[in-house]
């Protein structure tokens, strides 16, 4: 099987940039959320549609963002 | 990529897909999310997880010498092998493993350029097969190389020196102590901040957005800035260890550097330090 309607966008979750990596394999939508700085992998998940997978992901990078603590300087 | 200094330590995604089936090959996919493999790799790749077998998984360390001969065997990997490594976020863990090759005497291990981003974002194939290789016997590893590794008293003394550049990969927020580990992963340390007198280069200023590294030139501006140069000792560090073997690679292979080490204890080992001073803010220095 070859990737195929491949995508790539930048969202703000509660002041964090995420970084969303989605493409379709066969019948499914997979998707990958990853923190922009410094990029590391937050989320993957598999979907029926591209709008199903990416709210999938957004949802459990919103979760574990919701974890780190800014500190005062 | 032929300005590199070694442009043999890197392929294309086009020289992976013609070498599918070269005996004298093997692809190994190591991802920092260990399940992106199963989801669909290059024809005839075969996948090494960073967390099981690319460390020690009894004390902290990286794989001991047999456990690397053992790894090696099982993935039908000989001395005289091509191993092309690749993986998710712009090769970091395949850095990683390159690096661990090296220590071990490997020859010839090479990075698949841009990674598993841009073989999907380039429509290439994908297979589900997860077909275990042929395993060979008695690779023998050559006796570690540890001018590839710098272990805390050299991370230390380096401090203290004037003369070595550390390199401080991780991200601006990281290096100022803002946050005590990439946003959304565990805090794995009691202090924020970095080691006094490190460079903040994030690693990801070493590459394009299709994943690829940048261009000597843009690579040697980058570096050079921070007082880099043929002759400079450096020492990468960022968390544990994996970001900062992408920047070792960028440094030793790409650029030429002759004296890069990575400092794989990295933050996890001195932001957990009792008595180690750490220097706060300088956001910034830092670069965004």
Known sequence: MKPENYSERKVDVNGW???????????????????????????????DSREA????????????????????? | MADYSNPEMLVTTEWVAQHAND???????VDVDTKAYEEGHPPGAIAWAWNSQLCDTVIRDILPKRQFEELMDQSGIGKDTTVILYGDNNNWFAAWALWQMKIYGHKDARIMNGGRKKWISEGRELSTENKAPSPTSAYKASEADLSLRAFLPQVQSAAKDGRTVMIDVRSPAEFSGEILAPPGLPETCQRGGHIPGAHSVPWGKACNDDGTFKSYDELRQLYGAEGISSGTPVIAYCRIGERSSHTWFVLKYLLGIGNVQNYD???????????????RGAVAAAKA
């Open chain 1, 17 to 47: 940039e995420v970084h969303l990596t989605t493409y379709q394999l066969g019948e499914k939508f997979h998707c990958t959320a990853d923190n922009v700085s410094p990029g590391a992998n937050l989320a993957r998940v598999a979907a």
């Open chain 2, 265 to 279: 204890g990295s933050w996890t080992e001195w932001g957990n330090l009792v008595g180690a001073p750490v220097e």
């Open chain 1, 53 to 73: 997978a990416e709210s999938k992901a957004l949802e459990r990078a919103t979760e574990l963002l919701s974890r780190t603590k800014r500190r005062e300087l």
């Open chain 2, 23 to 29: 005996p004298k090959v093997r692809v190994v996919e």
